[in-house]
Structures are given as structure tokens and as C-alpha cells.
Nanobody, 127 residues
């Protein structure tokens, strides 16, 4: 089991930027894919980005070109750089770690492939 702690959320105006961080502990970090999800009030949890390595990264269309996921294996940390933020990006953002080392960045789009979740960090984008 891996423990995940997110940070970096906050309030930002539309068009602004935020960088979220997720620190992991308790398991070999570099071998597992990581992902970011978000959940707005009254909506289902939505996949935002996944990363296995620098060569294996995956984004859904709503965030492609605006969000960038990266990881620093030396620091056991995954990041989500969010640019050109929109009010519809407002949500609680969750970090997730793959339940198996064979799961790819694309596989992280399926919540059932996440074995551990962070507590979430609120992102609010004002118009």
C-alpha cells in the first residue's frame, strides 16, 4: 500500500495557473503509473492525466494542451501543472497510484486500476 498526499490547490482566476504536487511513500515509486483525477460537486470522478514514464503519458481531450503531468522519481513526487484554467476545472483533485506495476498511463484512466488515493486538494477557478 502506498500513501499519497496532495498539495498545491487553491483559488485562481480564469486563465491562471496552478501546480499540484503529490508525495508518495510506502512503496517503490518509480515502477508504478500515477494519475490525477478530479471530482466536481454532483459529478462523477473524472480522469485528468496519467504517467508511467516520460515516454508514457496520457491525457483526455478536455485537458490536453493545458495540463502537464510529470514525475520526479528521486523525490517520489508526481506533479500536475495546470495552465489556462477555466471555471469548469473547479473540482477536488485526487492523486492515484496504480495497483499493479503493469498498468500504463492509459490504464490509469480506469479508476479500478488505482490501488491508492490521496485525500484530495480543492481547486477553484473564478470567472
Amino acid at each position: 500500500q502506498v500513501q499519497l498526499v496532495e498539495s498545491g490547490g487553491g483559488l485562481v482566476q480564469a486563465g491562471g495557473s496552478l501546480r499540484l504536487s503529490c508525495a508518495a511513500s510506502g512503496r517503490a515509486f518509480s515502477s508504478y503509473a500515477m494519475g490525477w483525477f478530479r471530482q466536481a460537486p454532483g459529478k462523477e470522478r473524472e480522469f485528468v492525466a496519467g504517467i508511467k514514464s516520460a515516454a508514457n503519458i496520457y491525457y483526455p481531450d478536455p485537458v490536453k494542451g493545458r495540463f502537464t503531468i510529470s514525475r520526479d522519481n528521486a523525490k517520489n513526487t508526481v506533479y500536475l501543472q495546470m495552465n489556462s484554467l477555466k471555471p469548469e476545472d473547479t473540482a477536488v483533485y485526487y492523486c492515484a497510484a496504480a495497483r499493479s506495476a503493469i498498468i500504463t498511463a492509459q490504464g490509469m484512466a480506469e479508476p479500478r486500476n488505482a490501488g491508492s488515493w490521496g485525500q484530495g486538494t480543492q481547486v477553484t477557478v473564478s470567472s
